[in-house]
């Protein structure tokens, strides 16, 4: 078997194959009034999209001095699961780009912060499961929420060789995870990090379309 038959790539999901803002942000919006905040004193939230959700939340309500971070997540995923799931749409150029990679030879899997049954639910609205038939998520109770943890079980469970493994995603927390488990990082700028963000954190390459991704790894 080649090096690039052999090769994966772990793609991450919110803001990387998925445009899942409108439905993420507008959960953030609800909870913050649950608990009985003005959602619109927090002015632009594209920086909470990416994160595991109890991170982005615990920042979110520091902000109004409250520390209710469990109720905050239960609000949430009462949301989400709901409505909010549903409010996203896969980025232009993305089926084309999987499909390039998967005619190349790579092994293709998610990787996402997102909890499971949340982001396998994404897979299937968006009709990507063909593309991406293994996702790897955050566990129910907190496991995995650490990018670099969920990596490294892709990597243990699949027997991907990190000398032949890049990680593909949006934020900072993409390419610290695919930096401490030795992979290749790519960076894309149609996220949610944007160009500074991703030069910060270290991307090996950062590039602005789906087709550049297939060029980088063909």
């Not at 982005?56 to 971070?69: A, F, M, N, P, Q």
């Not at 994404?122 to 998520?137: A, F, G, I, N, S």
């Not at 699949?158 to 934020?171: F, K």
């Amino acid at each position: 078997m080649s090096a690039r038959s052999a090769g994966a790539v772990l793609l991450d999901l919110d803001g990387t194959l998925a445009d899942s803002r409108p439905g993420i942000e507008g959960c953030f919006r609800h909870m913050l009034a649950e608990l009985g905040h003005d959602p619109a004193l927090v002015g632009d939230i594209t920086w909470a999209v990416g994160p595991p959700i109890a991170v982005s939340i615990r920042t979110l309500l520091e902000k109004y001095g409250d520390d209710r971070v469990e109720v905050g997540v239960a609000a949430y995923r009462a949301c989400y699961s709901t409505t909010g799931l549903y409010e996203c749409s896969v980025f232009p150029g993305i089926p084309e780009m999987l499909t390039g990679l998967r005619d190349a030879g790579w092994r293709l899997c998610v990787a996402t912060s997102k909890r499971r049954d949340f982001a396998e639910r994404v897979v299937d609205y968006l009709k990507q499961r063909t593309y991406l038939p293994k996702v790897y998520c955050a566990l129910p109770g907190g496991g995995l929420d650490d990018k670099k943890d969920l990596l490294a079980e892709i990597l243990r469970v699949e027997g991907y060789h990190p000398d032949l493994t890049t990680m593909v995603g949006d934020r900072l927390h993409d390419i610290h995870a695919a930096r401490a488990n030795g992979l290749r990082s790519i960076g894309v700028l149609w996220g949610y990090g944007g160009q500074a963000e991703l030069q910060a954190a270290g991307a090996d390459a950062i590039v602005a379309s789906p087709a550049e991704v297939v060029d980088l790894l063909r």
